[in-house]
């Protein structure tokens, strides 16, 4: 079941590990889960679209898919798609809430170019 959670931009940032949750992400995909029991945590992807290549994607998961490799972080699990583990090597995933908007952003230290809007990026 595919779920769209807030919207998702993209920058970079300078991390040695995947994947690095901030506390902001792990109170957001708590909060999330809350109301679905069903769900074990969220999968994170990358899909081919946009005007720079590449697109995040997240959706709840009801279980850990046989490539996925799983971080698990202050009782939070984030399953990372097989085809997406090399771009997201060193990422920070965050949440960020303003006046106008919420999302979780991807500071990902990989990233060569971005659209102007910040929804797709290049490797």
């Not at 690095?20 to 679209?49: C, F, M, N, W, Y």
């Amino acid at each position: 079941m595919s779920a769209s959670f807030a919207s998702v931009v993209v920058s970079s940032c300078a991390a040695s590990s995947w994947c690095i949750l901030t506390p902001s992400a792990v109170h957001k995909i708590k909060q999330l889960l809350k109301d679905k029991p069903e769900h074990v945590g969220v999968k994170v992807g990358v899909r081919t679209r946009g005007c720079n290549g590449l697109s995040y994607m997240l959706e709840y998961t009801k279980t850990k898919g046989d490539s996925d490799e799983e971080v698990v972080q202050d009782g939070v699990r984030v399953f990372i798609e097989k085809k997406a583990q090399l771009t997201l090597l060193g990422t920070e995933m965050d949440y960020v809430e303003d006046k106008l908007s919420s999302e979780f952003v991807f500071n990902n230290p990989n990233i060569k170019g971005t659209c102007g809007c910040g929804e797709s990026f290049n490797i």
